[in-house]
């Protein structure tokens, strides 16, 4: 908890030296840790996700996360965990990712999904309420590029407000063919 570290192809504790990395597992942000990506491409095998965990937060600044080879061999794409009892969206209650600086999300079945995955795919309904804040990024050729389950916030226990997450100067772009 409180760990921070930043991810350049310089310092990257996996494969210093490169911008590209190669993940046969899931990348997890732990609550309480903050992870920069900055200027990366994490591939990803058909199985592997990234999951932001209730108090974690994932910043990729110009960073992207794709699928190990063709674009027709999706991985599953990002999670990112709420507690769905916490209607404020505040605090260390809620995983949190930011996309900026022309970061990209592609060949993922759902780009960013905002609650836990379970192993048979369904999602577990304690954990709505994750938070997404993208800015000039891209979800390109996924399934659905985002899903966001219900999730009621409220300020003092009686006014509903608008989720946190938010989406502007955005792309969605859809692949018409694919090819090996």
Known sequence: PGMQQTWTPASNPLQPGTSSMVFACDLVVENGAVLNLNSLTLKFVDNARIIVRRGGRLNMINATATSISCPSERWPGVRVEGNTSNNSQLGLSQGRL????????????????????????????????GVVISNSSTYRNCISGVRIENYQRFEGGTVQLDNLSSFSTQRLDLAVALRC
């Open 98 to 129: 930011w996309l900026t600086s022309n970061s990209v999300i592609e060949n993922a079945v759902v780009g960013t999904w905002c609650a836990r995955e379970l192993p048979n795919s369904a999602i577990d309904p304690l954990y709505y309420g």
